[in-house]
């Protein structure tokens, strides 16, 4: 990945390519756009609502709202806000979602800003936040003062690697960025994509090194935010002893209920798309609705992607439970890297190491392609329930002579199933959502929803579009309620973990 670094010969044919300053320039705008909206919605939702009523019924949305496919919810929302979307339909406005990577920006701003509101109500669990909030309040502060002088400068830490996350999938990202576009040029992602994929050995090195970039530009965002908090960390802490008494919670509940609003309107252009008979602009509604579309749909994709998100999860799942049982936590950060890493670079990575092995093409390559992703996911949602396992019951057991498999079948995972089916849920989840490595992997041999929702996004049946993008969303919803059920089904024969 390294030798195209050392060529002069590529670093001129990438200056002298005509798409680079367009795709670097919609980078940066879908990036910055996507980073600092999410962040600024986050801060303005916990700022507006926490604490009260309407967070904790934004918290109980917000599993919902994650567990929506980055690819199905910019599908619907393609069908949305496109030129001849609903909207446009509806009011005559056209939204221009491809230029310059703006729409994709803020399409990944909300989507993400749901990552980091997750992320954040976890923190927002201590007593202290309530505590200072209350002290703050009492000395005549107002509501809005007193969370950004309270709660920010001690948020904003502890969302770094949430943050990291978010910049290295902005930058990264294809199979959304192929959807909304940019198109002519693409972002950078999506054209190293196109040059990893050329015959010719010149472009091809051009992909890689394109990929490299985009680590460089992940380590650029990481200076100016390591900066910018530098500078300004200092300044939120401080209290000038002017009171002011505003009060964002109006503003803060209408966003909430205007993300919401966008999330169910697109999946419900999805559903109305999937059963359209005939659906001319600018109709406001389908000419007819019928079943034909589903009866036609290809259904192998959804049998492949059953097939690869079953297998990576449960191999996810055993590897997650013998790292718990046996492993270092202090190294957990090297299983969660991916995370925080641009997806291509990674990808076209494994790909190399497939070809070398000769497993490209295989099931086993692309199982163990998904499991990169789907081991981190896994990862966080098991870690805090393990720790927080009653040792005093491995103690126990070791005084009647078990042994620690003994233990860990016996009362370690009978007493975890439930988290341990969360993170089996979630880890089917990220697998039915990946792409590159599907595509990578799989050397195009693999169709799966998602592949195919993307595919069809190019100028295909937009009703063909809509079924797959539902199937990729209906696929981990039915996984979430099937784990859901099991782990009642154990609450219910086991008294101690109803």
């Known amino acids: 990945m390294a030798r195209p670094l050392l ?10 390519d005509n798409q680079w300053p367009g795709a670097l320039r919609a980078t940066l705008n879908s990036t910055l756009i996507s980073v600092s909206g999410a962040l600024a919605l986050c801060l303005l939702l916990i700022c507006g609502l926490w ?13 919902l709202l994650l567990a929506l496919p980055h690819v199905a919810f910019a599908s619907g929302f393609l069908l949305l806000f496109a030129d001849r979307g609903w909207l446009a339909r509806l009011c005559g406005i056209s939204f221009h979602l491809d230029e310059s990577g703006i729409g994709l920006g803020i399409l990944l701003a909300l989507k993400e800003s749901w990552f980091l509101l997750w992320i954040a109500s976890a923190q927002l669990n201590q007593q202290t936040f309530t505590q200072q909030l209350t002290v703050a309040q009492s000395l005549g502060y107002g509501p809005l003062q007193s969370r950004i002088r309270v ?18 999938y902005s930058l990264s990202v294809v199979d959304v ?47 100016i935010g390591y900066g910018g908090w530098s500078l300004i960390a200092s300044g939120l802490r401080q209290f000038s002893g002017k009171r002011q008494q505003r009060n964002i919670q109006p503003l803060a509940a209408f966003l909430t209920s205007t993300t919401s609003a966008i999330a169910v309107a697109a999946m419900a252009m999805l559903v109305l798309w999937s059963l359209a008979d005939g659906w001319f602009f600018p109709a406001l509604l389908p000419d007819a609705v019928t079943v034909s579309g589903w009866q036609m749909a290809e259904w192998s994709p959804l049998v492949t992607t059953l ?45 190399q190491m497939l070809l070398m092995l000769g497993q490209d093409g295989t099931w086993s390559g692309v199982i163990w392609s998904h499991m990169l992703w789907v081991l ?19 103690i126990t057991a070791r005084t009647f002579g078990w042994s620690p498999w003994k233990i860990l079948c016996r009362i370690k995972l009978p007493a975890l199933i439930r988290p341990l089916l969360a993170s089996l849920a979630v880890g089917f989840s990220v697998s039915v959502a990946q792409y590159l490595p599907t595509l990578y992997a ?15 996004s190019s100028g295909g049946d937009p009703q063909q579009q809509a079924i797959q993008a539902l199937l990729q969303m209906l696929i981990p919803a039915l996984m979430f309620i099937l784990t859901l059920q099991a782990s009642r089904l154990f609450g219910r024969y086991r008294q101690g973990l109803r």
Do not use: C
């Open 7 to 16: 060529l002069p010969d590529i670093w001129q044919l990438l200056r002298d």
């Open 51 to 63: 604490p009260g009523p309407r967070w904790q019924r934004l918290t109980s949305r917000l599993p």
């Open 151 to 168: 709660l920010v400068p001690q948020l904003l830490p502890r969302l770094k690697w949430a943050l990291l996350a978010v910049v290295a």
């Open 177 to 223: 960025a192929m959807i909304l576009g940019p198109a002519n040029p693409p972002t950078l992602a999506v054209l190293a994509w196109q040059w990893l994929h050329d015959a010719d050995p010149q472009r091809t090195a051009l992909g890689m090194l394109t990929s490299l970039i985009l680590v460089g530009l992940l380590g650029i965002f990481i200076a």
């Open 307 to 351: 097939l690869l998100a079953l297998a990576s999860s449960l191999a996810g799942l055993l590897a997650v439970i013998l790292w718990l049982e046996g492993g270092n936590s202090r190294f957990d950060l090297w299983l969660t890297l991916p995370l925080f890493l641009p997806a291509l670079p990674m990808v076209a990575g494994q790909y």
């Open 376 to 394: 981190p996911y896994m990862l966080l949602v098991a870690r805090p329930a393990w720790q927080q396992f009653d040792a005093r019951l491995v």
């Open 442 to 456: 799989g050397a195009g041999r693999f169709a799966t929803v998602t592949t195919e929702t993307v595919a069809l």
